[in-house]
């Protein structure tokens, strides 16, 4: 009996000592995973997060079934979700959007490249997004004679809106984002990096849109197929837009692509990005 206990020892040391390491290979398996592949936002109805649609497309094309379609989308990952029709879209509104609060907006807005209130290409084709505010040369005098708004005329309807530029986001808005995930559903959006330049700059996290024009009803389906790869599926923001592009496909009129800005976050979840974000992004 005295000579078998050693032996016995052994034994049991090398049990403790197999548990303990397949104890902290579950538990490295399970941490590396959950870096690589963070859990989906789905969190509850009160958890605070906000996100909004600001719908000034509704202005002459209005869908019903995207506003249910997305709203549905956030609300299962835990977002209040505020919806603004072309009624609240306004210059002023932009002015004070940042301060809001929220953690992602679309933008189903008329967007492009315009001239400045003189006729001219203003320099860098820098990208503006509309408002239903009708054009008044009489308003917003400053804000047109110094480019950060100008006249706009939709490609559908023969009134002009005032739109904002780049300069406007930089110079005239109000607070900042909260690394706020941002979806510019409309045309040219990102034509050029300047509007999404200064929307990182104003504190958003990253800028998705298309890169030529597109129809409303191609960018409507696209644009909620893209939320639930960002929301239900949790896909990073490359995979969620290279999905997008392979199952939805380019524009069909114009052939438009989905893009993203800046490149080096497109390896990001929407949930890093925005909501679990606690330091700088780089």
């Known amino acids: 009996m005295v000579k078998r206990w050693p032996r016995q020892k052994k034994l049991r040391d090398l049990i403790e000592y197999s548990i303990l390491i397949a104890v902290c290979g579950t538990f490295l398996i399970t941490t590396l995973n959950f870096v690589i592949n963070p859990p989906p936002i789905h969190v509850s109805e009160d958890s605070g997060l906000k996100a909004a649609i600001v719908d000034q497309l509704s202005v002459t094309q209005p869908n019903q079934a995207f506003i249910e379609g997305a709203t549905s989308v956030l609300k299962r990952a835990g977002f209040h979700v505020d919806i603004y029709d072309w009624t609240s879209v306004t210059v002023d509104f932009y002015r004070e959007l940042p301060s809001k609060g929220y953690k992602l907006i679309i933008f189903r807005t008329h967007s492009g490249i315009l001239m400045n209130a003189s006729g001219h290409p203003i320099p860098g084709n820098p990208v503006f997004l509309f408002t239903a505010e009708e054009y008044h040369p009489d308003r917003h005098t400053w804000l047109l004679l110094t480019d950060q708004v100008a006249p706009a005329n939709p490609w559908d309807i023969e009134k002009f809106y005032f739109a904002i530029s780049p300069k406007f986001v930089r110079e005239t808005m109000n607070g900042r984002f909260q690394d706020t995930v941002i979806i510019i559903a409309g045309c040219h959006g990102l034509y050029s990096t300047t509007l999404a330049e200064a929307l990182i700059e104003r504190g958003a996290s990253i800028v998705i849109s298309w890169d030529k024009g597109v129809l409303a009803p191609y960018m409507d389906g696209a644009t909620v197929f893209l939320l639930n790869k960002l929301l239900t599926e949790n896909e990073t923001?490359?995979?969620?837009?290279?999905?997008?592009?392979?199952?939805?496909?380019?524009?069909p009129a114009e052939g438009a692509v989905l893009r993203y800005y800046p490149a080096e976050r497109g390896s990001q979840t929407a949930w890093r990005l925005s909501v679990a974000s606690t330091t700088p992004l780089t």
């Open 237 to 251: 923001v490359a995979q969620s837009v290279e999905d997008t592009i392979e199952t939805i496909g380019p524009d």
